[in-house]
């Protein structure tokens, strides 16, 4: 148990790492010609500029970039074209922070612990029903679903079973 939770946390904090890299290198930036990070370039000799701008920059965030852009129509205030140059606030410079993050190796689920998963996967269905079965207008239809409740989570164990052992994929043991 505790090997696994020690597992668990390794995994989350180096998935914390990946995605706070990604942020702070693809979507916290500001184009260049930003008061701020204008001011800041221009302070540069010219040589460091360009070479800083050759080694950060990156493509405007968001994919409404392109469109204009490439049909060459007026941007509208706000967007910037995808050729402006964009520059994160916060540059990865060290190795250690600009290289990938490795892969942790995922931990197993077993067949025993997938069928506690689906056990509180119907478990927290059946809580649901009650207060959504108030919302439905239809009293025939709301009969039928508080009446066929133990039915329908009979009905879909192996169903909700068999998606999430497939989207284990090679981390299931059977």
């Avoid at 460091?48 to 409404?64: C, D, E, M, Q």
């Avoid at 606030?89 to 689920?109: H, T, Y």
Wanted: with cysteine.
């Amino acid at each position: 148990m505790w090997e696994s939770t020690w597992h668990e946390r390794g995994a989350h904090y180096a998935l914390g790492r990946r995605n706070c890299q990604k942020f702070l290198r693809d979507s916290f930036v500001l184009p260049a010609d930003n008061v701020i990070m204008k001011g800041a370039l221009d302070s540069l000799q010219p040589d460091i500029r360009n070479a800083l701008v050759a080694k950060f920059s990156r493509p405007a965030p968001g994919t409404y970039a392109e469109s204009a852009a490439s049909l060459d129509q007026d941007v509208p205030d706000g967007q910037m074209r995808s050729s402006d140059i964009w520059l994160p606030i916060i540059p990865l410079c060290a190795e250690s922070v600009s290289n990938s993050i490795p892969a942790v190796e995922r931990a197993q689920m077993t067949g025993a612990a997938v069928t506690v998963v689906v056990d509180l996967i119907l478990k927290r269905f059946g809580s649901l029903v009650p207060p959504l079965l108030g919302l439905i207008p239809s009293w025939p239809l709301r009969l039928f679903l508080s009446i066929g409740q133990p039915f329908i989570r009979l009905l879909a164990r192996r169903p909700v079973e068999h998606a999430l052992i497939k989207q284990l994929g090679d981390s299931y043991q059977p």
